[in-house]
Each structure stands twice: as structure tokens, then as C-alpha cells.
Nanobody, 116 residues
Framework: QVQLVESGGGSVQPGGSLRLSCEVSENIRSFWSMAWYRKVPGKEPELVAEALNNGIRHYPPSVQGRFTISRERYAVYLDMNDLKTEDTGVYYC????????????WGQGTPVTVSA
């Protein structure tokens, strides 16, 4: 089973920045999609960034221009700038199918708290 280990979260003030890392136990070069998700209590996981292996990147409007996803052979990163309180949550990475289905069990996630 592929292991996903997220890190880099923390507490920051609005406007701050963080860089999240996701170490993957398998070479992701051939994986079509790797993505970051945000979970908050009572809500479904929200996709916040997706990196396809053809170089295309997808972001929802809420983070467009502030978040940047990148991927290497064994890792996925999320650079988050100009953080807002609504970015608060636990962040997870995962592989997704072309229909958006999550492939692996969730890792432990890394918490991000944005507050004044």
C-alpha cells in the first residue's frame, strides 16, 4: 500500500505563507493526478490543487493565484501564500483517478490554522 506523509502545516496570521510537503512511498511519475485536499469538520474534503503529469494544474477560484502545487518523483508540494482564515483545515494529499476518485487511504494530514 502506498504511504502518504504530509507535513509543513502550522499556525499563521492572515496574509502569511506556508509550504506543505507530501512524501509518497512510490514513484508518482506515471500517476495522472496528484492533488491536495482540505478537510474541515462537517464538510466533504475539498480539492484545493491538482497537478497532472502533463504539466496542467487545476485550482478552485478560492485559491487561484495564492496556491501553487508542484510534484517531484516521490513528493508533492503546496505553496500557500496570502493565507486567509477560510484556508484553515487539515490538508491531505492523494492520488486521484481521471474521474476524481481518491485512490489511496488518507494519510495523517497536516493542520493549517489561519487566525489573527
Amino acid at each position: 500500500q502506498v504511504q502518504l506523509v504530509e507535513s509543513g502545516g502550522g499556525s499563521v496570521q492572515p496574509g502569511g505563507s506556508l509550504r506543505l510537503s507530501c512524501e509518497v512511498s512510490e514513484n508518482i511519475r506515471s500517476f495522472w493526478s496528484m492533488a491536495w485536499y482540505r478537510k474541515v469538520p462537517g464538510k466533504e474534503p475539498e480539492l484545493v490543487a491538482e497537478a497532472l503529469n502533463n504539466g496542467i494544474r487545476h485550482y478552485p477560484p478560492s485559491v487561484q493565484g495564492r496556491f501553487t502545487i508542484s510534484r517531484e518523483r516521490y513528493a508533492v508540494y503546496l505553496d500557500m501564500n496570502d493565507l486567509k482564515t477560510e484556508d484553515t483545515g487539515v490538508y491531505y494529499c492523494n492520488r486521484a483517478t481521471d474521474s476524481g476518485r481518491i485512490v489511496y487511504a488518507w494519510g495523517q494530514g497536516t493542520p493549517v490554522t489561519v487566525s489573527a
